[in-house]
């Protein structure tokens, strides 16, 4: 059984008391191989669930209050089921509000609950803390209202959520990650059709290392929705002639040529990179069925060149990490991830190659961007689980 961290049992007795009996949910963060930006194109996404993640000890109140307490903020929230709305002091909130809000839409009597929220899934760097905390309130609500919701359901509340009160469009990968994720696999999924398999992932003598490049980009969010408009108007332009496309997963680099480009170069180049990435998703996991991890990783670094030249989502900081492994050969692959404007690379890389990278890279990087480089080294983890409960 997995551990949680005690401190969030501490507090919620210390806040809460020792009458209820809470339920404990842990749902972890995610990483994505390959497979950027093309998940609201109804493409396919590579992503796992990682060794970090969000912790949510929560239990039922016998009246309609909702009291939550954020134990790495050391701030607390009030409000009452009837009267929740997206807030805008403070974010954190709304992750665990927006998929309450979800409850309501299905027209039970929901009681109001208690819960403290700890993560160790860093915020802002593209490792979907939030899609973390809005699963493991979906699934912890699920089992104490016994809504008996699949997990599928829960993870279309959890990603509405993000939608309502985060205001961020967001595709559903981030959310099908953290919930359905299974140690050491990957999921190829088809977000258009929602159909995934489970890919083995081992890697032999190379782990996964993500560099932080410590960017939150205040825009993200809304440059996030921009990149979703510019892919609707390229699949109306392309509709026009081919009223059977209704998303860039069913446009060819053909069509661009022929009823976007000459049109408008900017909207041809976003969809071009959607088009594209689509494809070097389903190649890249020929190379991981053949074990050919140096074919994945080429299509990692051509990914990164699409992110940061055409689809526009990069930023300095990203490209000058990447720039910085592209000729060590201890290093097979390496990306920005993610959302972008920020957050993390995801490289693949020797194991025994790690600590001398860092030792380079950290204080380049520190000079070049006055910002300090974090790095985590993460595997593949399992998905949304209730780790303990005393109910
Ligand atoms: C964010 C979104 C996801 C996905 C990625 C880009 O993480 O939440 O839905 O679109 O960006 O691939």
């Given at each position: 059984m997995s551990t949680y961290p005690k401190e969030i049992l501490q507090t919620y007795t210390t806040v809460f008391g020792t009458t209820t009996k809470p339920v404990i949910v842990r749902s972890p963060g995610r990483i994505n191989i390959i497979g950027e930006h093309t998940d609201y194109n109804e493409g396919f996404v590579l992503p796992g669930a990682i060794d970090k993640a969000a912790y949510l000890i929560v239990a039922l109140r016998d009246d309609d209050e909702i009291h939550l307490v954020a134990q790495d903020l050391n701030e607390e929230y009030r409000t009452y089921v009837n009267d929740i709305a997206p807030t805008i002091n403070t974010s954190w909130p709304n992750y665990i509000l927006g998929a309450v809000a979800q409850f309501k839409k299905l027209g039970i009597a929901l009681k109001g609950f208690n819960a403290v929220l700890q993560s160790d899934?860093?915020?802002?760097?593209?490792?979907s803390s939030s899609a973390a905390v809005e699963c493991a309130t979906v699934f912890a609500l699920n089992h104490l209202y016994n809504t008996q919701l699949d997990r599928i359901a829960m993870v279309k509340m959890a990603q509405r959520a993000e939608h309502e009160y985060a205001g961020v469009m967001c595709g559903i990968m981030d959310q099908f990650a953290s919930m359905m994720g299974k140690q050491d696999h990957l999921i190829k999924l088809d977000c258009k059709t929602l159909e995934y398999t489970y890919v083995p992932f081992k890697l032999e003598g190379m782990k996964l290392l993500l560099l932080n490049t410590n960017v939150k980009h205040s825009l993200a969010s809304s440059a996030y929705n921009d990149r979703r408009n510019e892919c609707s108007t390229a699949v109306a332009m392309v509709a026009k002639h081919q009223p059977n496309v209704s998303s860039l997963r069913d446009v060819s680099e053909a069509m661009l040529d022929a009823y976007v480009k000459p049109y408008d170069t900017l909207i041809d180049m976003r969809s071009r990179f959607v088009v594209q990435e689509i494809q070097r998703l389903v190649d890249a996991c020929n190379h991981l069925n053949h074990n050919d991890i140096a074919a994945l990783g080429s299509k990692m670094f051509a990914t990164h060149y699409g992110l940061s030249n055409?689809?526009?989502?990069?930023?300095k900081e990203l490209d000058w990490l990447v720039d910085h492994v592209k000729d060590n050969t201890n290093v097979i692959g390496a990306r920005m991830m993610g959302g972008g404007f920020g957050g993390c690379t995801i490289n693949i890389i020797k194991e025994e190659a790690i600590v001398p990278l860092l030792e380079a890279l950290q204080p380049a990087y520190e000079s070049a961007m006055q910002l300090p480089l974090t790095s985590y080294v993460v595997s593949i983890d399992q998905g949304t689980s209730l780790i303990e409960t005393y109910v």
């Open positions: 899934v860093p915020i802002g760097a593209g490792l055409m689809y526009a989502v990069s930023c």
